[in-house]
């Protein structure tokens, strides 16, 4: 496989201004105000039913920036003394996504007068309907696209007195999330409010609730560019410097999170507050009720113990099913151009993620099902594809072999449901629609350094100041040629894990930690010279400052 280097940019500031298509001046200190059309009316609106004490109800969404928007909207109701409201995320498995009828008869019949969405909403237009006809004014804040009529090709929008949506309602941003859009509606309520709310009070509320934001915005991967990335660097130094809630400080300990990055938090508590709605019914509702802490106490930490167990099990769930896949077509001796994988106890909450890492694995669209627990004749998944690969139109074209119950989505992901008796059928009909999968011949780096404890200090000391990365930020990827392994004590490589499936390669004053790969070197022959491709950060432990580089790719040094 070929290593190339990725454009002709040779510094950070270069690369990451290119990626971002933001100047250097802004990505370091970004001065910009942001608006967006609809705020001030929302704003207007909700404080007039909190003036004459309204029956209020608040739904989200059960995933990281559902559950990161409630616990905004929480804060901002108790904040300001609104006791007869409440703030409420879907049954992952009762209600499924967004707002519904039988929610909305709940809401009538508790004589709500405001129903208020939040990352959600958007495509809510029979049960917006239904709570119209019942007297109810409906603010919806969402960021997701309009559903589009099959007949007209015109986009249905639902009949909201107020919709904030940016993608169709505009503003100085498009790609806002759920949480971000409630931290701008919760400033801007305070902001209306004048003084009827100390300063105080006001920076305390903005602090935790652009927490709350911060984590929605990295956990669905919008794109970390202009507003974006304000919100995400404000809300990170809250987190770092504790002025965010107390539960969500307790569940950045319980996690491990000391250095609060972007990456950190994407891969530990985003993942644990997604792991939540996605293995339980009701685990968003917990995950928002753990954020809205406000003081320590055991049932705290219990709520956040069990969502890194829940987490660590998602992993497991998710690293067991790419396992038994490969196993699969190891025995079958052949990689399908389309990889269907089942299994009768998949929890169907964790399909999406597990048709991701089969994509990845596997360089190819991919689809995880399991059977429906109350129906077990049909089996229900979701799919991924990859870049060039539009999965919608894949499962258009194998429609005619009415081998789909149903299926919807878009060019990189999809929900899809069948019956059990048609499994086989399906996938010889998706394979005979799918093209001819390419293996992955390159991989692409953005700088090369050398292998020097110094080199990769300067790098991540460079590349902090440029923060967050993620969607619309890539995270650096650097070249290390001809490094030689051995630390000051003679040790070219440590294993760790339980099973010994981890190593650790030594450098001079600085680690090479290779997750799974353990096997992958010692099938290379354990080479002592070799060439990293990877991203680098900073490791402190006792005090002391090692530079640690995660690869993505390792070989013997000048193998090509």
């Known amino acids: 496989m070929e290593w190339i280097k990725r454009g002709a940019g040779n510094s950070v500031s270069e690369i990451v201004s290119k990626n971002t298509n933001m100047p250097v001046s802004d990505l370091l200190n970004d001065t910009k105000t942001y608006t967006y059309p609809g705020i001030k009316e929302a704003a207007s609106l909700f404080i007039a039913h909190i003036k004459r004490g309204s029956i209020i109800r608040v739904y989200a969404d059960y995933d990281t ?56 909403g958007i495509a809510g237009s029979e049960a917006i309907d239904k709570a119209k006809e019942a007297g109810m004014d409906v603010i919806i804040l ?106 969500l400080k307790t569940l950045l300990n319980t996690f491990g999170t000391n ?23 009701n685990g968003a509702a917990e995950m928002t009720a753990l954020l809205s802490f406000d003081t320590l106490s055991p049932d705290l930490q219990s709520l956040c113990n069990h969502a890194k167990e829940r987490n660590e099990l998602r992993k497991k769930m998710t690293i067991d099913a790419v396992e038994n896949a490969k196993s699969f077509y190891r025995s079958k001796g052949a990689l399908d151009n389309f990889v269907v994988y089942f299994a009768e106890d998949l929890p169907l909450g964790i399909a999406g993620l597990i048709a991701q890492r089969l994509c990845e694995e596997f360089n190819r669209p991919a689809i995880a099902l399991g059977s429906v627990p109350d129906n077990p004749n ?30 919807g989505g878009h060019a990189a992901a999809a929900g899809i449901s069948i019956e059990r008796a048609k499994l086989n059928d399906f996938i010889v009909a998706i394979n005979s629609v799918a093209p001819v999968a390419k293996s992955k011949t390159e991989i692409y780096y953005d700088l090369e350094l050398d292998a020097t404890r110094d080199a990769l200090m300067n790098f991540a000391n460079e590349s902090r100041q440029f923060e967050p990365y993620g969607a619309g930020n890539p995270e650096l990827i650097i070249k290390l040629s001809n490094l030689k392994l051995g630390d000051k004590w003679g040790n070219t490589y440590k294993l760790m894990g339980s099973e010994h499936q981890h190593i650790k390669l030594c450098g001079d004053g600085f680690d090479i930690t290779w997750f799974n790969h353990a096997d992958d070197y010692k099938n290379m022959g354990q080479p002592k010279i070799v060439d990293v491709l990877g991203s680098v950060s900073l490791n402190e432990y006792k005090g002391f400052i090692t530079p640690q580089v995660k690869p993505i790719a390792v070989k013997p040094a000048g193998f090509y």
Do not use: W
Not at 217 to 236: F, H, M, Q
Not at 259 to 266: E, L, M, R, Y
Not at 378 to 406: C, F, Q, Y
């Open 378 to 407: 049909i089996l229900k998944g979701s799919g991924r594809s990859i870049d060039g690969v539009h999965l919608k139109e894949l499962l258009d074209a194998a429609k005619p072999s009415g081998t789909m119950l149903g299926y």
């Open 259 to 281: 250095d609060v990055t972007s990456q950190n938090i994407g891969f530990g508590i985003s993942a644990g507050i997604n792991a939540a709605g996605r293995l339980e019914d």
């Open 142 to 247: 969402d960021h997701h696209l309009a559903p589009i009529d099959e007949t007209t090709g015109q986009i249905v929008l639902p009949n909201a007195d107020v919709l904030v949506d940016p993608h169709i309602t505009g503003g100085d941003f498009d790609d806002l999330c759920g949480a971000g859009i409630t931290l701008k509606f919760a400033d801007e309520v305070m902001a209306q409010l004048g003084d009827m709310i100390s300063p105080e009070l006001k920076r305390r509320v903005h602090a935790r609730i652009c927490s709350f934001a911060a984590v929605g915005t990295i956990g669905d991967v919008v794109s970390l560019t202009a507003d974006n990335r304000k919100i995400v660097k404000e809300g990170l130094s809250y987190m770092q410097f504790g002025t965010c809630s107390v539960g």
């Open 65 to 120: 920036d559902g559950v990161t928007s409630a616990g905004g909207m929480k804060e901002l109701l108790k904040s300001l003394g609104v006791y007869n409201a409440k703030v409420l995320t879907p049954r992952r498995f009762t209600d499924g996504y967004g707002i519904n009828i039988n929610r909305v008869k709940e809401f009538i019949d508790e004589g709500c007068n405001l129903l208020i969405t939040v990352d959600n």
